[in-house]
C-alpha cells in the first residue's frame, strides 16, 4: 500500500467537507460515494469518526481536548480520517484520524 | 551466561525499543498503531493507566494525572500528587511504567529480562542509579547503562555509516522533539568517550511549528480579521480560541513536513471568530519559514560553538558532525549546520532510531546470568512434559463472557475475576490495533465496551500482568467478535444475489454476485459499472438490470430472476455511450423486497422499481439469448460424449436437448411485450434443463473437468514463468484463482468448475502473449495472412514494417504493442452460436 493512496484518501476527506461547509455537498455526494467505493474495492475502510463519543481507549484516533477534561466526551471535529486495510481476511489500522474533543 | 542484547532509548519524549539479532538490528513497532516510538506520557484515568500518545493527549489538559517530561527530574527527590489515585508517585515509578510498556512491544515469545538503557550525558551518578531502579521495577533483572551520543556514534560506527573509525573528534547533535543535546566524542580504535557537552530542555521541533504559527498564521489572522487582541487569547488554555489553536497546529506541522520536499505549500482552513465565518488561505514557502526557523537553528549552533570553544576545538579538529533526533530531517537545520559549521554532516542512519540501535549494538557485547536456572539435557522430556499442561502458578481465574456476534456498533464484555487479584493488571486490545483499554487493575467484576469494526470479525486479546508488569500467559484470552453477520436478530440469504453482465469478448453473460448467501438482511449496496454498448436516443436497443438469486458460480439460466428492469431507447434523454457510467443501487429489506434506483451519468436520468421476490420477472429478449447459450453448450457437451464413448451420458444429454428444443420454436415467436404466462412455462423449463445439465455426466464429468483444471494450471504456471511482461500482474491472478480452488473443488457442480477452467485458460493466452518467443511466432503468421484477412490492410503493412525494425532493434515492448495493433486489425472468425449477441448492456 503506498503512501500516495493515503494521501490521496486524505485530500478527498477534506475536499468533501470544504464542500459541505460550503452547503454544496447534495451535488457531489454521488461522486464522493463513487471514489469511496473504488477504495473499498482496494480493501480500504474509511471512516469519519465525527459526532463519535470519545474514549482514551479509542487508539484508532490522535485527540486534542478542547476544553475540560470529561468522563462524556464526544468527537467535535475530524481532520484525518480513519482508514484500515483488509488484507487475508484481517484488518489493519493504516492511519489513525486526528481529531478535536470536546465535552458532551 | 546469555547475551543481553535489547536496547532501550528511554528519551525525555519518546522511548524505543530495539533487539540486536543474526547482526541485525530490529526496531520494535507498537503492537498498537505500529509505531516505533512511544511517548514518554504517563496518564493516570480514574480505572486504569495509560502510557503513550493516549496518555499525551491529556498532558495539557489534566496536569494533576498525566505526566510527561520526568526523565529531567532523575534522581531527584520530587514526587508527583496524582490526584485520581491519591497517591504519591516518582520519577522512577513513571519511567518504570514507559519501560514496561515498551516490553510489551516484543512479543511474548522474546521473554526481554535484561537490558541497556541509554541516558543524557548529563546524568550524574543519582540520576544514573534512578534509571537503573526504573529498569528493575520494569521487571528487569539486569540493567545496563549506556550515554546517549555514545549510543548515536555506535549505530553509525557499526553500520558502516560514518567516516572512519579512525582517531578525531565527533559531534553529536541531537534535536528531538522537545529537547536539544550536543555532545563532543574522542574516539580510538577501540575507545569513545564524551568529552563535553551541552543542551537546551525546551527546544525541538515544536518550538518550530510554533514559529509558523507565530510568523505567519496569526499575522494573517489579524490582517483578515481585525480581531485587535487575537495574539493574547489564542494560546490561552480553555479560551475562546483554543479549538482554533489545536487546529492550527496540526496544520502548521503538516506544512512544516510540506516545505521538507516543496518549494510552497499554504494552509488553508475555515473558522468561526467573534461569530463571523471567515475562510483562510495562507501561502507559505520554502523561504520564509527558512527565515524564520534560523533563530532557532542558531541558538542550537550557538551550543555547539560553545562545547568547540571550551575544547579549543576548531571545525577542521571534528571529523563529522552526526545527525541524531527526528528533527534532524528539517532542511533548515541541515542547510544552517552545514553552511555555519564548515563541518560535514552524517545522516546516513534514521536519527529517530540511531539512539536504541546503538543501545542494542552494545547490548549485543554484554552479557548477564539468566535468573531460571538453565535446564540439563536430561531434563528435556520433564520440560516437554510440563510444557504440555496448562499449569497456571497463580491463584487466579479469570472468564470473560460477551457475545459473539453484534449488530451495534460496540459489545460488552464482561470479566470475572477469582483468587488472588492484588496489584495484578489487565489490558483488552484489538488486534488491528484500533482500541487499547490501557492497564487496568483487576477487580471481581469488570465490564469493558468494545468498539467494533463494521462488517468484520473483530479480534480481542485479553491479557493479565503481575506485579512486576509481567504477563501471565496461562490467563490470555483471545476474544472473537464477529459484526453485522450471523446474528439471530436478522434473516441469513440462503442463495447467493447476483447482477448479469456481459462477457463481451465470449459473446456470452457471467454473473457477478452483490450479496453474497449467509449475509443478513437488510443489505444494500451500490455497483459502478459501465455501458458496454451504445444505446441511441429514442432506438429499441436497450439496457437490461437482471437480478437473479441462486450461485454466483453457475449461469445466469440456473438461477431464479427475482428482479429485472429494462430501459430501453425510448426512456431515455439522450444517446449513452458505449464505457458512460452506471450506478445500480440494490437493496434488499429484511422481507426480501428488492428496491432497485439505477442512475444513468451520462443522461442523469434515475429509475426506481421495487419488486416483491414473490412475482416472477422475465425479460423475454433475454430468455433468448439464455437459450442460444445453454443449446450452444449441451449441443458442445453431447458432442463431447460421443467422441468419448459415454454412451449413457450421450443419451441423457440428448434427451435433454430435445426437451430444451421443444420451447424453442414458441419462445422465437414470443414478442417482447407478451403478457400470457407462456414465458413463464418456457422460462421454468430452461431453468430446470440448466441445472440438469450441471449435473450431467455425473461424478466422472465432474471428477475429468477437476483433472482437466489441475493439468491446465500446471501449463499455466509454466506459461507465466516464461513471460517476460506483467510476470507479477499474472502472478496475482494465478493465485487468486488458485485461492478459490477448494469452494469450486467442492462445489461438485460442472459450470462451476467449467468457468473456473475457462478463467484458467483466458489466463494461459494472457501469459503467452507477454511471452517474446510467442509474439514473434504469432508476428510470422500475421505476416502470412491474406489481406483479405484483415480490416484493413494498408494499416496493417505499415505497422508490420514498425514491428519488423523493433524487432530487429530488440526493442521488444515496443514490438509486442505493435503486435497487439495487428491482431486487432484482424478480421473475427470466432464461431460463436449467440451472432446476434445483445446482452444486457451492462460491462
Given amino acids: 500500500m503506498s503512501n500516495n493512496t493515503l494521501q490521496i484518501i486524505n485530500q478527498l476527506f477534506e475536499i468533501q467537507h470544504k464542500i459541505k461547509e460550503l452547503g454544496q455537498a447534495p451535488g457531489f455526494e454521488r461522486n464522493f460515494n463513487r471514489l469511496t467505493s473504488i477504495f473499498e474495492e482496494e480493501g480500504f475502510i474509511i471512516q469519519d469518526p465525527t459526532n463519535e463519543i470519545y474514549q482514551d481507549s479509542r487508539t484508532d484516533c490522535e485527540a486534542s481536548i478542547v476544553g475540560n477534561v470529561s468522563s462524556k466526551m464526544k468527537i467535535t471535529k475530524t481532520l484525518k480520517p480513519i482508514i484500515y486495510k483488509k488484507a487475508d481476511n484481517a484488518v489493519q489500522l493504516i492511519q489513525k484520524a486526528v481529531v478535536l474533543v470536546e465535552k458532551n | 551466561m546469555r547475551s543481553v542484547n535489547f536496547g532501550i532509548d528511554l528519551g525525555t519524549t519518546n522511548s524505543l525499543i530495539a533487539k540486536y539479532e543474526n547482526s541485525k538490528i530490529h526496531v520494535y513497532k507498537n503492537p498498537i498503531g505500529q509505531k516505533e516510538t512511544l511517548a514518554s506520557v504517563v496518564a493516570y484515568r480514574p480505572d486504569r493507566i495509560l502510557v503513550g500518545d493516549k496518555a499525551r493527549e491529556y498532558l495539557a489538559k489534566d496536569a494533576v494525572n498525566v505526566f510527561g517530561g520526568f526523565k529531567r527530574k532523575m534522581g531527584t527527590d520530587e514526587k508527583y500528587y496524582v490526584v485520581n489515585i491519591d497517591d504519591n508517585v516518582t520519577p522512577v515509578d513513571l519511567s518504570a511504567l514507559v519501560l514496561k510498556e515498551l516490553k510489551k512491544f516484543v512479543p511474548p515469545s522474546e521473554p526481554v529480562e535484561a537490558a541497556v538503557i541509554t541516558i543524557p550525558a548529563s546524568f550524574d551518578s543519582m540520576q544514573s542509579n534512578a534509571t537503573i531502579k526504573a529498569g528493575q521495577e520494569a521487571g528487569f533483572t539486569n540493567v545496563f547503562l549506556l550515554q546517549e551520543p555514545i549510543a548515536a556514534c555506535l549505530a553509525f560506527f557499526n553500520e558502516g555509516a560514518a567516516k572512519e573509525k579512525a582517531n578525531g573528534n565527533w559531534l553529536v547533535y541531537d534535536l528531538g522533539g522537545g529537547t536539544f543535546d550536543v555532545a563532543l566524542i574522542k574516539s580510538n580504535q577501540d575507545e569513545l568517550k564524551i568529552v563535553d557537552h551541552e543542551g537546551n530542555n525546551f527546544l525541538g521541533g515544536l518550538n518550530f511549528d510554533s514559529a509558523i504559527i507565530d510568523s505567519i498564521v496569526i499575522p494573517e489572522i489579524i490582517k483578515q480579521t481585525g480581531i485587535e487582541n487575537f495574539e493574547e487569547e489564542f494560546r490561552v488554555k480553555y479560551g475562546k480560541y483554543e479549538m482554533l489553536y489545536y487546529q492550527v497546529m496540526y496544520y502548521a506541522e503538516e506544512a512544516k513536513k510540506e516545505l521538507s520536499h516543496a518549494a510552497a505549500t499554504a494552509i488553508e482552513f475555515s473558522a468561526v471568530l467573534d461569530d463571523k465565518n471567515y475562510d483562510f488561505y495562507i501561502p507559505i514557502t520554502r523561504e520564509e519559514v527558512d527565515r524564520i526557523f534560523l533563530p532557532l537553528v542558531n541558538e542550537t549552533i550557538a551550543l555547539l560553538n560553545k562545547v568547540l570553544e571550551n575544547n579549543r576545538l576548531t571545525a577542521t579538529d571534528v571529523n563529522e558532525i552526526i545527525l541524531v533526533g527526528g528533527s534532524t530531517f528539517l532542511p533548515q537545520v541541515r542547510a544552517q549546520l552545514a553552511a555555519q559549521t564548515g563541518i560535514p554532516l552524517n545522516y546516513a542512519v534514521d536519527p529517530t532510531t540511531s539512539v536504541a540501535e546503538g543501545a542494542a549494538f552494545y547490548a549485543a557485547n554484554k552479557y548477564y546470568e539468566p535468573a531460571a536456572v538453565q535446564t540439563e539435557p536430561g531434563d528435556k522430556i520433564a520440560d516437554d512434559i510440563l510444557a504440555s499442561v496448562d499449569f497456571n502458578p497463580v491463584d487466579l481465574q479469570i472468564d470473560v463472557n460477551y457475545s459473539r456476534s453484534s449488530r451495534d456498533k460496540e459489545e460488552v464484555l464482561l470479566i470475572t475475576s477469582s483468587g488472588e487479584m492484588d496489584n495484578k493488571t489487565y489490558r483488552v486490545t484489538r488486534t488491528d490495533g484500533g482500541f487499547d483499554t490501557g492497564f487496568v487493575t483487576l477487580k471481581s467484576k469488570k465490564t469493558e465496551f468494545l468498539p467494533l469494526i463494521p462488517g468484520m470479525n473483530n479480534l480481542f486479546t485479553l491479557n493479565v500482568y503481575d506485579n512486576g508488569g509481567n504477563e501471565i500467559l496461562s490467563l490470555k484470552k483471545e476474544i472473537s ?363
Fill in chain 2, 481 to 843: 467478535i464477529t459484526q453485522g453477520m450471523y446474528n439471530i436478530d436478522g434473516q441469513p440469504l440462503p442463495h447467493d444475489i447476483c447482477i448479469e453482465v456481459d462477457d463481451v469478448e465470449n459473446k456470452t453473460t457471467k454473473l457477478e454476485a452483490i450479496f453474497d448467501r449467509n449475509s443478513l438482511l437488510p443489505q444494500k449496496r451500490t455497483l459502478y459499472r459501465e455501458i458496454s454498448k451504445t444505446i441511441k436516443k429514442g432506438s429499441k436497443d436497450s439496457i437490461i438490470i437482471n437480478i437473479l438469486e441462486g450461485d454466483k458460480n453457475s449461469r445466469a439460466s440456473s438461477n431464479l430472476t427475482i428482479g429485472c428492469i429494462e430501459i430501453s431507447g425510448k426512456d431515455l434523454q439522450t444517446d449513452l455511450i458505449k464505457g458512460s457510467d452506471i450506478e445500480i443501487q440494490i437493496h434488499l429489506t429484511d422481507s426480501r423486497v428488492l428496491n432497485t434506483v439505477v442512475y444513468l451519468v451520462m443522461s442523469q436520468q434515475e429509475f426506481k422499481n421495487v419488486f416483491s421476490v414473490s412475482e416472477k420477472q422475465i425479460n423475454i429478449a433475454r430468455l433468448k439469448e439464455q437459450y442460444v447459450q445453454l443449446e450452444s453448450e449441451l449441443i458442445d457437451t453431447v458432442r463431447d460424449f460421443q467422441y468419448n464413448q459415454d454412451t449413457i451420458w450421450e443419451i441423457k444429454g440428448t434427451a435433454l436437448l430435445d426437451d430444451l428444443q421443444t420451447v424453442k420454436e414458441k419462445l422465437f415467436k414470443l414478442k417482447d411485450k407478451d403478457k400470457s404466462d407462456e414465458k413463464y412455462i418456457i422460462a421454468e423449463k430452461i431453468t430446470r434443463i440448466s441445472k440438469e445439465y450441471d449435473k450431467l455426466g455425473g461424478n466422472e464429468r465432474i471428477a475429468a473437468l477437476i483433472e482437466e483444471y489441475f493439468h491446465a494450471k500446471d501449463v499455466v504456471l509454466q506459461a507465466i514463468s516464461m513471460a517476460d511482461f506483467e510476470k507479477e500482474e499474472l502472478k496475482k491472478q494465478f493465485t487468486k484463482i488458485e485461492q478459490s480452488e477448494s469452494s469450486f473443488i467442492h462445489s461438485k457442480n460442472v459450470s462451476v468448475v467449467e468457468n473456473k477452467l475457462k478463467q484458467l485458460n483466458d489466463l494461459y493466452w494472457k501469459a503467452l502473449s507477454n511471452t517474446t518467443s510467442f509474439l514473434i511466432t504469432r508476428f510470422i503468421e500475421y505476416k502470412n495472412c491474406s489481406g483479405d484477412e484483415f480490416k484493413d490492410y494498408n494499416a496493417a503493412k505499415s505497422i508490420m514494417k514498425m514491428a519488423d525494425a523493433a524487432l530487429e532493434k530488440e526493442r521488444y515492448p515496443e514490438f509486442r504493442r505493435y503486435v497487439f495493433s495487428i491482431s486487432a486489425l484482424l478480421r473475427v472468425t470466432r464461431i460463436n452460436h449467440n451472432i446476434d449477441f445483445k446482452g444486457t448492456g451492462i460491462g
